[in-house]
């Protein structure tokens, strides 16, 4: 169990909203997924610098060593969600790296990723939740669940999980190290390669707007898809 407490939070005092409910993750409750492994940890910067990651294409081959070969982002009403295939030599040897990675509201995160280690599929569920603690910081808790594998003794299994955990943490602490020391900035002058990273801040702001004041046109689905040969 990741053991989280998950508090409903209106500064206008409104009940909290039935369709943004937090989904369940049924793997918390399947025997055939291992335990949960939680790393809590402080990063000094605004928590906009986390969410802004949903919209970043362009970090994946340079930071992560993992270039892309479809990027895909979908922003309708509370949900954002960022669709990526790539290649990752960590995290899926010579098979392809499949995430979705869900924020469901401005601070809870659930990714679906599939990969691959010593010749074997992987599925396993990552946690990303953050709570501010001002304006320059905040508190992120970072969760991985790896399914075990058919066939394969419970130790086997746990010892799979371990290892595939840690490739996942390290992958995850180089994004950490940018945000750690990332500076503010809300009008950032965008490159070709970047990620519709206006039109995620403007998904995101809806959290901090008085709901009466909410335009229609966020509850729309919308889709930016970016498709490239670098991974092929």
Known sequence: MANLLFVWNDPEG?????????????????????????????????????????????????????PIKLFCNVFEGHVAEQIMIGKSERLAEEGELKTVATYYGPSYQITDMTGEMNGMPIHSILLNCHVPVDLNSFTLRYGVLVKKIPGLTDEQNREVARAYIQQAQEAFYEDVEIWDNKVRIDNPLLCDGDGPVYQLRKWYNQFYTNVAELKDELKERKVFKTESAQAV
């Open 14 to 66: 409104n009940l909290p909203i039935a369709e943004q409910a937090i989904p369940r993750i049924k793997a918390c409750f399947d025997d055939e997924w291992s335990d949960w492994e939680i790393a809590e940890m402080h990063i000094g910067t605004n928590c906009r610098e986390l969410v802004d990651n949903v919209a970043d294409k362009a970090h994946f081959g340079p930071v992560h060593g993992a």
